[in-house]
T-cell receptor, first 113, second 111 residues
Framework: DTGVSQDPRHKITKRGQNVTFRCDPISEHNRLYWYRQTLGQGPEFLTYFQNEAQLEKSRLLSDRFSAERPKGSFSTLEIQRTEQGDSAMYLC???FGSGQPQHFGDGTRLSIL | GDSVTQMEGPVTLSEEAFLTINCTYTATGYPSLFWYVQYPGEGLQLLLKATKADDKGSNKGFEATYRKETTSFHLEKGSVQVSDSAVYFCAITGGGNKLTFGTGTQLKVEL
């Protein structure tokens, strides 16, 4: 069990640029989740996949955000035309099936200049 | 929608003191309940869980009991250590499988 891996750990970019984050879940886990965490707050749900199917998206996920999990393994989260308010920690989690505990990666911290 | 309310921090205790962090929730149906911990500079780690009423989750000396009648899941530890200093998050999963978190409670344990 190598845990959930996220890359990069930290991304600094200028406003208006596009960014992409990657998440590699625990290998046998079929569910993959994305959350966003701002300072002093708990993580907020963005979206989740079961295998390659994206089953739920939060209204927090504006049309500038897109997530994929093309082969049911790793996932990418892309933010287009970044804004100041996108600065946050982006967390990925995975689980084996419904109702099972979610295991989190260390997150990608996004800083918008 | 689902929501979680937990006591605000920071909570500052002396080593070997008793810890309680309150957590209450609102949810439709019968959620599973979790406590996650975030140590400084690290990611979220699952601390303990309970999946049905009256279940007690426990790990590393921490305990929490699923109280359906009071919709609560308070975290307790009988004797805290400096190494327990961290931010603790209460979370629930409703029917949608996503986790809904509280705002977190920072615990500081001093010698």
């Amino acid at each position: 069990d190598t845990g959930v891996s996220q890359d990069p750990r930290h991304k600094i970019t200028k406003r208006g640029q596009n960014v992409t984050f990657r998440c590699d879940p625990i290998s046998e886990h079929n569910r993959l989740y994305w959350y966003r965490q701002t300072l002093g707050q708990g993580p907020e749900f963005l979206t989740y996949f079961q295998n390659e199917a994206q089953l739920e998206k939060s209204r927090l996920l504006s049309d500038r955000f897109s997530a994929e999990r093309p082969k049911g393994s790793f996932s990418t989260l892309e933010i287009q035309r970044t804004e100041q308010g996108d600065s946050a920690m982006y967390l990925c989690a995975s689980s084996f099936g419904s109702g099972q505990p979610q295991h989190f990666g260390d997150g990608t911290r996004l800083s918008i200049l | 929608g689902d929501s979680v309310t937990q006591m605000e921090g920071p909570v500052t205790l002396s080593e070997e003191a008793f810890l309680t962090i309150n957590c209450t929730y609102t949810a439709t149906g019968y959620p599973s309940l979790f406590w996650y911990v975030q140590y400084p500079g690290e990611g979220l780690q699952l601390l303990l869980k309970a999946t049905k009423a009256d279940d007690k989750g426990s790990n590393k000396g921490f305990e929490a009991t699923y109280r359906k009648e009071t919709t609560s899941f308070h975290l307790e530890k009988g004797s805290v250590q400096v190494s327990d200093s961290a931010v603790y998050f209460c979370a629930i999963t409703g029917g949608g499988n996503k986790l809904t978190f509280g705002t977190g409670t920072q615990l500081k344990v001093e010698l």
